[in-house]
């Protein structure tokens, strides 16, 4: 998979080269180009962001740059995917992790301020699919954090980027409900037991007392996805 990032933090992203996502990258599975939004003005100061038609707080980013930008990094592209971060998009879930890792090529477009310009979103749209998605019903200061998040989530479901696909299956959300609780070694920790049916060697008693925990505890802390 291919991934662009367009933004004015690119150190934001230094954190993608460590871990499993930083091996990714190293083996060739993800290949990840960092854009900053800066070098796409042309005056003095590389301005990205103006005062608002129509009066109001904050400031928004203007769309030159926007547009300069997104040129550049489409061009020639096939079939890309753009997304931008915002609490005014379609909320991110494991679902929507499994969907984006099937794409070829990303491309995330981070706002600052109160936004961009509306004109990049329209103007996107005629080269490329466009999404907004938002991270949840929070605001953050501007779309870096989403993205990261975004990328964590969608770059572990690449095939070969987990090790052991399996670790996959068995976690929270994939199938619809709350992980299980795990344990190690040792079986007794501070007085507390590991519950005694894991050290069974009874499989199946093992996983339906698992598929009993997540049952219970996503009645309990996430009723709101069993309704669904
Ligand atoms: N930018 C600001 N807030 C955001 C959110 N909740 N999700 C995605 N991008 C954002």
Same mark, same amino acid.
């Given at each position: 998979?291919?991934?662009?990032?367009?933004?004015?933090?690119?150190?934001?992203?230094?954190?993608?080269?460590?871990?499993?996502?930083?091996?990714?990258?190293?083996?060739?599975?993800?290949?990840?180009?960092?854009?900053?939004?800066?070098?796409?003005?042309?005056?003095?100061?590389?301005?990205?962001?103006?005062?608002?038609?129509?009066?109001?707080?904050?400031? =928004?980013?203007?769309?030159?740059?926007?547009?300069?930008?997104?040129?550049? =990094?489409?061009?020639?592209?096939?079939?890309?995917?753009?997304?931008?971060? &915002?609490?005014?998009?379609?909320?991110?879930?494991?679902?929507?992790?499994?969907?984006?890792?099937?794409?070829?090529?990303?491309?995330?477009?981070?706002?600052?301020?109160?936004?961009?310009?509306?004109?990049?979103?329209?103007?996107? &749209?005629?080269?490329?699919?466009?999404?907004? /998605?938002?991270?949840?019903?929070? /605001?953050?200061?501007? %779309?870096?954090?989403?993205?990261?998040?975004?990328?964590?989530?969608? %770059?572990?479901?690449?095939?070969?980027?987990?090790?052991?696909?399996? &670790?996959?299956?068995?976690?929270?959300?994939?199938?619809?409900?709350?992980?299980?609780? &795990?344990?190690?070694?040792?079986?007794?920790?501070?007085?507390?037991?590991?519950?005694? =049916?894991?050290?069974?060697?009874?499989?199946?008693?093992?996983?339906?007392?698992?598929?009993?925990?997540?049952?219970?505890?996503?009645?309990?802390?996430?009723?709101?996805?069993?309704?669904?």
């Amino acid at each position: 998979m291919r991934i662009d990032i367009v933004t004015i933090f690119p150190t934001f992203f230094d954190a993608l080269d460590i871990s499993l996502l930083g091996k990714a990258k190293t083996s060739g599975l993800l290949e990840l180009a960092v854009h900053d939004l800066r070098d796409f003005t042309h005056d003095r100061h590389r301005t990205v962001d103006d005062t608002p038609y129509g009066g109001g707080a904050g400031m =928004v980013m203007k769309p030159e740059p926007w547009g300069e930008a997104l040129d550049e =990094v489409l061009d020639g592209a096939e079939d890309p995917l753009v997304i931008f971060p &915002s609490p005014a998009g379609e909320v991110f879930t494991q679902a929507t992790a499994r969907a984006l890792a099937t794409e070829q090529h990303l491309v995330f477009g981070c706002g600052r301020y109160e936004g961009i310009d509306q004109r990049v979103f329209d103007e996107a &749209s005629e080269h490329a699919r466009v999404r907004l /998605v938002s991270m949840g019903d929070y /605001v953050l200061n501007g %779309g870096e954090v989403a993205v990261m998040a975004m990328i964590e989530a969608i %770059g572990r479901l690449i095939p070969g980027v987990v090790g052991n696909p399996e &670790s996959l299956v068995e976690e929270s959300h994939e199938n619809g409900l709350l992980e299980y609780p &795990s344990y190690t070694k040792p079986a007794v920790w501070r007085g507390r037991e590991v519950p005694p =049916v894991l050290l069974s060697g009874n499989h199946g008693a093992i996983a339906e007392w698992r598929r009993e925990q997540q049952l219970e505890r996503t009645r309990r802390v996430r009723p709101d996805l069993l309704a669904d």
